[in-house]
């Protein structure tokens, strides 16, 4: 069994930054991909950025230049760094990842999520 614990949620001002961790245990080979999504009251869950295992970022456009991911593998953690934080940017905050179980084995696992709120 794999468990994904994000944590560093919080309310913050707008133009206020914040930081994500999110850490993988359990019976774990190796961990592909990492990623962070969000979800917004009455919106659909969208992506917000992804790195694969030798660390290459993708961001979604409206993050680019403001967030930052990444990752520690020898940890199983994933961090997004969030700088000038918008109202936009309110939602519930996943942490998602592609975990090795087997040599033949690979499945997608999703943290609780966690509450990231930009009001004044």
């Known amino acids: 069994q794999v468990q994904l614990v994000e944590s560093g949620g919080d309310l913050v001002q707008p133009g206020g930054s914040l930081r994500l961790s999110c850490s993988a245990s359990g019976n774990i080979i190796s961990i592909d991909t990492m990623g962070w999504y969000r979800q917004a009251p009455g919106k659909e869950r969208e992506l917000v950025a992804v790195?694969?295992?030798?660390?290459?970022?993708t961001y979604i456009e409206p993050v680019k230049g403001r967030f930052t991911i990444s990752r520690d593998n020898a940890k199983n953690t994933v961090y997004l760094q969030m700088n000038s934080l918008k109202p936009d940017d309110t939602a519930v905050y996943y942490c998602n990842a592609l975990v090795q179980l087997s040599t033949y084995e690979e499945r997608w696992y999703w943290g609780q999520g966690t509450q990231v709120t930009v009001s004044s």
């Open positions: 790195i694969i295992s030798s660390g290459r970022p």
